[in-house]
């Protein structure tokens, strides 16, 4: 069985745009799991790292109010 990869932020150097992630599968989506460039301003300087535990705790609680994915 696949392991999603972990939970991870991605921050928008030029605009301060971030996004935590939770992957729900191995299969990155675009636009939703994986960013290349900021949805906000068009930036392709994305800083990306592991999320911390009180991101996780956020994004996670985000996914289930939003029920977006
Ligand atoms: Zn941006």
Known sequence: MPIPPPPSTFRCTDCG?????????DALILGVDWFEHCPQCG???????PASATETFKAR?????????
């Open 17 to 25: 745009w971030r996004r935590t992630v939770i992957p729900r599968s």
């Open 43 to 49: 930036s392709q300087t994305l800083q990306w790292r």
């Open 61 to 69: 609680l985000q996914q289930l109010l939003g029920g977006r994915h």
